[in-house]
């Protein structure tokens, strides 16, 4: 097999089509939520991060894939220091109960793509925390559910 003789053609995501919905009254993101399996207790939405502003403290506590659609995604410990900058095309894959954190896009914004699922038969799927990592809330399986249901009514 030989090489492809030019490099391809990068694009660019197009969103326009995505019914773009708040979740709850949190800030500085828009969300999609595309599927929830109330038998696995599974649930797969796509974040739309406004540039360089900071979503509310919060613990995945159940495991987490993510895939960056488009620009670059930011993490920052709960301190406000920087923890880990995934460009556009990075997926991980992260186990339930990582430590709190915080998250933004980069100078453009991100489009970030979520898979969560919980492991035990666990509602909870984040923690929210105050900026000492001090729980105040949670959101569960059944919040995407009643939020799903919610943008499809709208």
């Not at 708040?22 to 038998?39: M, N, S």
């Not at 797969?44 to 506590?61: A, G, M, Q, S, W």
């Amino acid at each position: 097999m030989t090489a492809p003789s030019k490099a391809p053609t990068p694009f660019a995501f197009d969103d326009r089509n995505i019914q773009w919905q708040p979740l709850g009254e949190l800030q500085h993101f828009v969300a999609k939520i595309y599927r929830v399996d109330e038998v696995a207790k599974a649930v797969d939405f796509i974040v739309k991060f406004d540039p360089l502003e900071t979503i509310v403290p919060h613990r995945h506590v159940a495991p987490t894939n993510t895939f960056v659609v488009q620009g670059e995604h930011r993490l920052y410990e709960l301190d406000g220091s920087p923890k880990e900058i995934r460009p556009c095309g990075t997926f991980t894959a992260t186990p339930a109960g990582t430590p709190g954190h915080l998250e933004c896009g980069g100078d453009e914004g991100a489009i970030v793509l979520y898979h969560m699922w919980t492991e035990d038969g666990s509602e909870e799927l984040f923690e929210i925390q105050d900026n000492d990592g001090k729980v105040i809330g949670t959101l569960g399986f059944k919040d995407f559910v009643a939020a799903k249901a919610a943008a499809e009514a709208a």
